[in-house]
């Protein structure tokens, strides 16, 4: 490998793209729109042209209201009955990862049903749903893996809503606003963690108008997941450090489900003895109780208690396996389920995962050979 190609391996990891969608935010009204109208909701109609979308079906523009809030009191787009919109943008990088961060909340009174939120790109499928109780705000923030592109190819996002069976006027409709995408490249090993994305800082892109953080929903591939490298089983919340008490970095895991969590898997050398090290703690954000947090490494299985006063605090722990095969598991789950005063789900915080052989030689001969191609890179 050439020095260059080297540092830039080490340089692409994980940057922020605004502007890759057109209107992101639906902050560019339909052409339509009748002005200094007081109706919050305005239908989309066959002589309206939506900036950066296309539409089908019921799709009404929406204005923040007292009874729909939405972020950063904007507009936004309601997907009702076979409402869809789509936006088609090219891949501008080869080979990169598209994870996509928007928010979610409903229009309608007194309904019955809520609606699913359909979101899907040429690889990819999610359905979403408003979650109650897993924030504070009206609103919540998802995310989606989209999918690994290369250098021009087009990449068409879809929002629908989800089919109903029961009476349409009875049902409440996804609202969707705030869509960002984040791209980065193939992640690779630091040169102390045998495991890429330890601290969770690859991860969506955070929305500067929500203080909540991003709820993922079960993701069981490592690959196709909107937390690089790790699988998400149950749900679990994406915390950031501007909102949250994060041990390490930017981001960090808030595990707000019971049984839920993370888990990812590395190669590792059959028979040699690992260390694994991982700061446990509260994302201040009064959560209090005692939470019992579930750990494996390869064979390795540990409940580890923690006392929380909810404040922000928290502890590293570490634990040695052998490994028993050439590939290791590991996990971390919660165990218990935890609410605070205000009844929004929350639980234990999970940062700076490493993975180091306890001889420590890989880590000091990565090391050097960091050194040597810093020297080859300076001559
Ligand atoms: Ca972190």
Redesign the pocket.
């Known amino acids: 490998m050439k020095p260059q190609t080297f540092f830039s391996v080490f340089l692409f990891l994980g940057f922020a793209s605004a502007g890759i969608l057109q209107n992101p935010d639906f902050e560019s009204p339909p052409t339509n729109l009748p002005e200094n109208s007081t109706d919050p909701f305005f239908l989309l109609n066959e002589n309206t042209t939506l900036p950066g979308w296309t539409f089908q079906g019921t799709v009404q523009y929406v204005k923040a209201s007292k009874s729909t809030p939405l972020p950063g009191n904007g507009h936004a787009v309601q997907l009702g009955q076979d409402g869809k919109i789509n936006q088609t943008f090219i891949a501008n990088g080869d080979n990169l990862n598209y994870i996509l961060t928007f928010t979610l909340t409903y229009g309608g009174q007194d309904c019955l049903v809520d609606a699913g939120l359909v979101v899907s790109a040429p690889d990819s499928h999610g359905v979403f749903a408003f979650k109650q109780n897993y924030g504070k705000e009206k609103w919540q923030s998802f995310a989606h893996y989209l999918g690994i592109w290369g250098e021009d190819q087009p990449i068409n996002i879809v929002f629908e809503s989800q089919a109903v069976e029961s009476d349409v006027n009875s049902t409440c409709w996804p609202i969707v606003d705030s869509l960002l995408i984040k791209t980065f490249g193939t992640l690779v090993q630091g040169h102390d963690n045998l495991l890429a994305n330890g ?3 690859d991860g969506p892109h955070f929305l500067s108008n929500s203080s909540d953080g991003i709820l993922l929903e079960p993701a069981p591939s490592p690959i196709q997941s909107p937390l690089s490298q790790f699988s998400i089983i149950g749900t679990v919340k994406y915390i950031d450090s501007k909102h949250f008490s ?7 895991i808030e595990i707000v489900s019971v049984s839920s969590g993370i888990q990812t898997a590395t190669k590792v050398i059959e028979g040699s003895t690992y260390s694994l090290t991982f700061t446990l703690g509260d994302a201040n954000d009064g959560c209090k109780g005692d939470f019992i947090i579930g750990v494996q490494a390869g064979s390795v299985a540990q409940n580890i208690t923690l006392h929380s006063a909810g404040t922000g605090s928290s502890k590293k722990f570490s634990l040695t396996f052998k490994a028993d095969s050439g590939a290791t598991p590991i996990t971390f789950l919660s165990l218990t389920s935890h609410q605070n005063r205000d009844g929004i789900f929350c639980g234990p915080v999970v ?2 995962v490493v993975l180091s052989d306890s001889s420590g030689s890989k880590s000091s001969e990565v090391k050097w050979i960091f050194l040597i191609f810093l020297l080859l890179a300076i001559l």
Do not use: C, H, I, M
């Open positions: 601290g969770f800082e994060v041990p390490q970095g930017n981001a960090a940062d700076d």
